[in-house]
């Protein structure tokens, strides 16, 4: 294959004999040599996100002498992302991601150009942000951010080297209809309806996943900066953790697709509608709804009423509200009967998603005293009390 950089962007670097000692072990592999490292220090990569999957991008592509590293993300550092963000350490926590990455990255290449990009990346600022980088990498962890992403690279013509990340498995696969392949939206033409996949904050992932996830996108990138090897065009590869095994999809170009289709309908970047914590179709929502701060001043009163927690007994394990009730929400409508329906009933979980889903299950049974809370327990650790864990 031929590398994604034009000649031009290159002929003219040079290496000092520092760089030249750095990578070493580079330049003796005959597929890159020393043109290939020169590719490398001209080449401009755009991160979106600097979590869980950004983190070993990064580091990888800032150690291989990538020359101009892009990062986009307006988060701050938690301490539950401590475990699997390996570009972010313990004093990181309360600082900007994108602060705590790019000291990271200097430390292991100071001669490194990062750029950086501290805004939510909307359809508004996107294609402006990604113009001079050369190829997009997708470390995001919700589908708005994933599906703009594939778009802005259809549009631009750039290739999109695309990873997700649940639990014990992962994904990973180059969408690049300008190389020949199919796009993110020929696999998937629409993000899934509200309810059928767990909440963004609340899935859970192994640790050391998005190191592997992430080291195979870092691998696809400098394939395609170098012009090496089989990218994976047309490929999707499923990785399993628990049984180590990996698996090859292959993957077709829909003629039908609305962005890289033969007659496409998506012409301009747009933002798409999709409900991460608490679908927007309620009817009468302020009345089934309340902050934690409301919550807080109800649980000081004298009046009982059932504190109904709706997560799994391992996310109780790490932090719980006192006196509450746990039922998950997977095994709530055969455990109504366990419930008063005229009691006063207040619904949490982690963060607003499936304590919205509980609420729908004890609304439809009759239950009409029943309210959920905003934000779940991670708003009340945030906002009301920090003794409780926050993960």
Known sequence: ?????????????????????????????????????????????????????????SLYLAAAGVGTIGIVDDDKVEFSNLQRQIIHGVSDVGR???????????????????????????????????????????????????YLSN????????????????????????FAPNLGG???RCLFPTPPEPGQVPSCSEGGVLG??????????ANEAIKLILGIGDPLVGRLIHFDALKFRFRE?????????????????????KEIDFACE????????????????????????????VLLDVREPMEADICKLPNSTLIPLGSLPESLGKLDPSAETVIHCKAGGRSFE???????AGFQNVCHVAGGINAWSREIDASVALY
């Not at 890159?32 to 979590?51: F, H, P």
């Not at 170009?253 to 609305?258: N, Q, S």
């Open 96 to 146: 900007a991601k994108i602060a705590s990455a790019v000291e990271t990255l200097k430390e292991i290449n100071p001669a490194l150009n990062v750029e950086t990009h501290e805004v939510r990346f909307v359809a508004e600022n996107a294609k402006k942000i990604a113009e001079p980088y050369d190829l997009i990498i997708d470390g995001t962890d919700n589908f708005p951010t994933r």
């Open 182 to 184: 199919p796009c993110y």
């Open 358 to 364: 509980a609420l729908k299950i004890l609304t439809d």
């Open 1 to 57: 294959m031929k590398s994604i950089l034009e000649d031009a962007a290159w002929a003219g670097i040079e290496l000092e004999s520092a760089e030249l000692s750095r990578y070493a072990r580079h330049i003796t592999i005959p597929d890159v040599g020393l043109d290939g490292q020169k590719k490398l220090k001209a080449s401009r990569v755009l991160c979106i996100g600097a979590g869980g999957l950004g983190s070993p991008v």
């Open 249 to 269: 999809i292959k993957l077709r170009r829909d003629p039908e697709c609305a962005v890289c289709g033969e007659n496409p309908t998506i012409t301009e970047l």
């Open 208 to 217: 050391v996943l998005p190191g592997i996830v992430g080291s195979l996108q």
């Open 151 to 174: 778009d802005l690279a259809v549009l631009t013509g750039k290739p999109n080297v695309y990873g997700s990340i649940f639990r014990f498995e992962g994904q990973v696969s180059v």
């Open 278 to 305: 608490v679908p927007e179709i309620a009817t009468e929502k302020e009345m089934k709804e309340i902050d934690v701060h409301q919550l807080n001043a109800r649980m000081k009163e004298d009046k009982p009423f």
